[in-house]
């Protein structure tokens, strides 16, 4: 069994914003794997799918970005899922540019809250795909731009980081190298 978590916001007013990329790879995979029904427990909206013979866990934690690790330990203790070899997480990146992605399979919050919220319950090890978003412009712009919504010129590497974030976790999950998963799917690199 593997878990895969996108981190956003839950409501209409934070759809397609910068902070919900998350939600959206979570969304794009749901339609890959053919995933129609998302149920509400473990405080997040979470998704079943057949993948290769292994059940796969969708989830999109519905408990705002600061509080992401309260859903994500409740499933992974329900579950017995390992964070460390079966989770990984998707999520939004200052620190790159727009469409960018990195994995990465351990380190510290970068800054970001609702990764801060998961390593302080599962500690710091654990696979994750980070999906730049570009720069705030400052610290005291950075909600407002993590809020706010992409640019008209920015909506093409989104969609294809989007794709590309689908189809990196699930060559994760198909044990592929993370080296030759990032010379397939980041071209930017």
Do not use: W
Not at 7 to 23: A, I, Q
Not at 30 to 58: C, S
Not at 135 to 160: I, N
């Amino acid at each position: 069994m593997k878990l895969i978590v996108g981190l956003g916001n839950p409501g209409k007013e934070y759809e397609n914003t910068r902070h919900n990329l998350g939600f959206m790879v979570i969304d794009k995979l749901a339609e890959e794997l053919k995933v129609y029904d998302f149920k509400e427990k473990f405080k997040g909206l979470v998704g079943e799918a057949n993948y290769k013979g292994e059940k796969i866990l969708l989830l999109k934690p519905q408990t705002y970005m600061n509080l992401s690790g309260d859903s994500i330990i409740q499933i992974l203790n329900f579950y017995k899922i390992d964070p460390e070899t079966e989770m990984i997480v998707i999520y939004d990146d200052m620190s790159l540019p727009v469409g960018k992605l990195r994995i990465r399979e351990k380190g510290s919050a970068g800054g970001h809250n609702g990764i801060k919220s998961i390593i302080s319950h599962v500690g710091e090890k654990f696979l994750r795909i980070k999906f730049g978003i570009g720069a705030s412009g400052g610290k005291d712009k950075t909600v407002g731009f993590v809020l706010g919504r992409f640019s008209k010129e920015d909506e093409q590497e989104v969609k294809e980081g989007i794709e590309n974030s689908s189809k990196m976790a699930l060559a994760l999950i198909d044990g592929e190298k993370i080296e030759k998963i990032m010379q397939l799917y980041n071209k930017k690199c």
